[in-house]
């Protein structure tokens, strides 16, 4: 049984989610501090997070920034808000998908699936995709070059696969969105955009070489060149 982490200081939400996901299998460790909600994931094993923005002591940003710290495990944000800048900002912090309440019961299970599913398909793949001097690492969701390495998280990583995985090949925002995605989503494709640049900015400041191979095709998207 896969555990999921909820995290939300808003007790009725954790109860309804958790209504929610008991149906399908899933164990739901609830919790309403951003600090336990920490502690817990370094000493437990948790599948996903499902973690509210909003809420007292630290918010989800920093939680989840503090997560990034030491694991690369899937967090999905809860908000009631819909800014485009809270989706920026939470893509900036690490997160891997975002969710806007009030959402729906089908959406919500969809995305827990869906990143649920592609985790198991790359347990069950090949653990590293080599190209070049690039080594792109599935156990561990990690990227090579040379002697430099980076931490990825979920997203970046199925982007990163992609690209890597058909070297030359020009991929529209659809393509990508479809690949790291999976499913029917209400998600702006522009997001492709944000997790493409945050994934530059993080590979530049590893001092990745990153205008020799992920290139902008104007007008249709993205190649591994």
Not at 60 to 72: D, H, L, M, T
Not at 106 to 120: F, G, H, K, T
Not at 144 to 161: A, C, N, P
Request: hydrophobic share 40%; glycine share 4%.
């Amino acid at each position: 049984m896969r555990s999921i982490l909820l995290v939300d200081d808003e007790q009725r939400m954790l109860d309804l989610i958790e209504l929610f996901l008991l149906p399908l299998g899933f164990k739901c460790i609830k919790e309403s501090s951003g600090k336990k909600a920490v502690e817990i994931l370094k000493n437990e094993k948790i599948s996903l997070v499902l973690l509210d923005v909003m809420m007292p002591e630290i918010d989800g940003w920093e939680v989840c920034k503090r997560i990034r710290e030491f694991s690369n495990l899937p967090v999905i944000m809860l908000t009631a808000r819909s800014d485009k800048l809270d989706l920026v900002k939470g893509l900036n912090t690490g997160a891997d998908d975002y969710i806007t309440k009030p959402f729906d019961e089908r959406e919500l299970v969809a995305r827990v699936n869906a990143v649920l599913r592609r985790i198991s398909n790359e347990e069950s793949q090949q653990e590293q995709i080599i190209y070049e001097e690039f080594e792109l690492d599935r156990e561990t969701f990690s990227l090579r070059y040379k002697d430099l390495i980076v931490q990825l998280t979920l997203k970046e990583f199925l982007i990163v696969e992609a690209l890597i995985s058909r070297p030359k090949k020009t991929f529209t925002r659809e393509q990508l969105m479809d690949a790291a995605w999976e499913y029917d989503t209400y998600t702006d494709i522009r997001t492709v955009d944000s997790h493409i640049r945050n994934l530059r900015e993080k590979l530049k400041n590893a001092d990745f070489p990153i205008d020799e191979f992920i290139k902008t095709v104007w007008g249709i998207g993205y190649k591994w060149s």
